[in-house]
């Protein structure tokens, strides 16, 4: 499955590098992370670590294949 994941504003090359498995592109004032997520626990695991960063999810979706 492959994931979007919308966070507000611009992400710092530091907090990026908390994402290895995901690619990411600013735009418009937000940072989109996007690529594989393995299965739902991987994918609860990472919007956990965007509440730990202090990171604010403004949107979540699956992407076509």
Do not use: W
């Not at 509440?51 to 992407?63: A, D, I, N, T």
Request: aromatic share 6%; hydrophobic share 40%.
């Amino acid at each position: 499955m492959r994931y979007e994941i919308r966070v507000e504003g611009h992400m710092s090359e530091t907090l990026t590098k908390a994402f290895p498995e995901l690619d990411h592109v600013v735009m418009s004032g937000q940072t989109v992370l996007f690529g594989q997520v393995v299965d739902e626990a991987h994918l609860y695991g990472l919007l956990n670590r965007c509440q730990s960063l202090g990171l604010r999810v403004v949107e979540m979706r699956q992407l076509p294949e």
